[in-house]
């Protein structure tokens, strides 16, 4: 069996990563695919939780520009982003590999409440774990509860999971064909370049935590496993 870099990582996806080629909601087809490219990496003994937003049902700031209260419109958010680790953790259970759910908002009777000990002895133990809810507080992102949650279980590495995007550009390659793509960058470059890859808050506590990002494609067959094995694939971002 092939060597992974990794030991344990943390993979974000984006809630818009389970549409498929959907305009809304989830594809259980394309969740099955991911839950697929997570035991390919479950496989080869990497421990892997996961962060996934809600944005494929909606956005609490978006929401929020409606007339809803903002803190109300954010805790709607985080109740997508509970849908969207349900489907992933029963597709993952579907195909043998073993799941938890642990909520930042306690939803007993559907997930685990958040427990960060409670989730290190999940991995040790080989099962997947989605944390969903995001950080359970308003005004914060997905981008942000990865962050929080790589640091808290001690992430070697957040695997930032893109859909049909194989790295950081210096422009959008769907709009600019010339755009160029970053094998690497740091976090102070990324900011002083305005390169939309996460938030400032997340940003910093990556930076301050020491703890690398690599952006790759998701959607290519394959990339998962490619990236824990260490291959240059997607653009790394360090401190």
Same mark, same amino acid.
């Given at each position: 069996?092939?060597a992974p870099k990794?030991k344990?990582?943390?993979l974000?996806?984006?809630?818009?990563?389970l +549409?498929?080629? +959907?305009?809304?909601?989830i594809?259980? +087809?394309y969740t099955?695919?991911?839950?697929g490219?997570?035991?390919?990496?479950?496989?080869?003994?990497?421990?892997t939780a996961v962060?996934?937003g809600?944005?494929n049902f909606?956005?609490g700031?978006?929401v929020?520009?409606q007339?809803i209260e903002e803190?109300t419109?954010?805790?709607m958010g985080?109740l997508?982003m509970?849908?969207?680790?349900?489907a992933?953790s029963?597709?993952?259970?579907?195909?043998g590999?073993?799941?938890?759910v642990?909520?930042?908002?306690?939803i007993?009777?559907?997930?685990?409440?958040?427990?960060?000990?409670r989730a290190?002895r999940?991995?040790?133990?080989?099962?997947?774990v989605v @944390?969903?809810a995001g950080? &359970?507080n308003?005004f @914060?992102?997905?981008d942000?509860a990865?962050?929080?949650?790589?640091?808290e279980?001690?992430?070697?590495?957040?695997?930032?999971g893109?859909?049909?995007?194989d790295g950081?550009?210096?422009?959008?390659?769907r709009?600019v064909p010339s755009?160029?793509?970053?094998?690497k960058l740091t976090?102070?470059?990324m900011?002083?370049?305005?390169?939309a890859?996460m938030d400032?808050t997340a940003?910093?506590?990556a930076a301050?935590?020491?703890?690398?990002i690599l952006? @790759?494609?998701?959607s290519?067959? &394959?990339s998962m496993?490619?990236?824990?094995?260490?291959?240059r694939?997607?653009t790394?971002v360090?401190a």
């Amino acid at each position: 069996m092939e060597a992974p870099k990794y030991k344990r990582v943390l993979l974000k996806l984006s809630g818009e990563a389970l +549409q498929g080629d +959907q305009s809304y909601g989830i594809s259980p +087809q394309y969740t099955r695919y991911l839950a697929g490219e997570i035991r390919s990496i479950h496989e080869l003994g990497v421990q892997t939780a996961v962060v996934i937003g809600g944005g494929n049902f909606m956005r609490g700031a978006a929401v929020a520009e409606q007339g809803i209260e903002e803190a109300t419109a954010h805790y709607m958010g985080m109740l997508a982003m509970v849908i969207n680790a349900l489907a992933l953790s029963s597709q993952l259970q579907a195909i043998g590999v073993p799941a938890r759910v642990q909520s930042a908002i306690e939803i007993r009777a559907v997930a685990e409440p958040y427990i960060r000990l409670r989730a290190i002895r999940h991995l040790e133990k080989g099962r997947v774990v989605v @944390f969903a809810a995001g950080t &359970g507080n308003p005004f @914060f992102t997905s981008d942000t509860a990865a962050t929080l949650r790589a640091a808290e279980i001690d992430a070697e590495v957040i695997l930032m999971g893109k859909n049909k995007v194989d790295g950081v550009y210096d422009a959008d390659p769907r709009v600019v064909p010339s755009a160029r793509k970053y094998a690497k960058l740091t976090y102070q470059e990324m900011l002083e370049k305005k390169l939309a890859v996460m938030d400032r808050t997340a940003a910093a506590l990556a930076a301050e935590r020491d703890i690398e990002i690599l952006v @790759f494609d998701v959607s290519a067959a &394959g990339s998962m496993r490619r990236a824990v094995l260490g291959e240059r694939i997607g653009t790394l971002v360090h401190a």
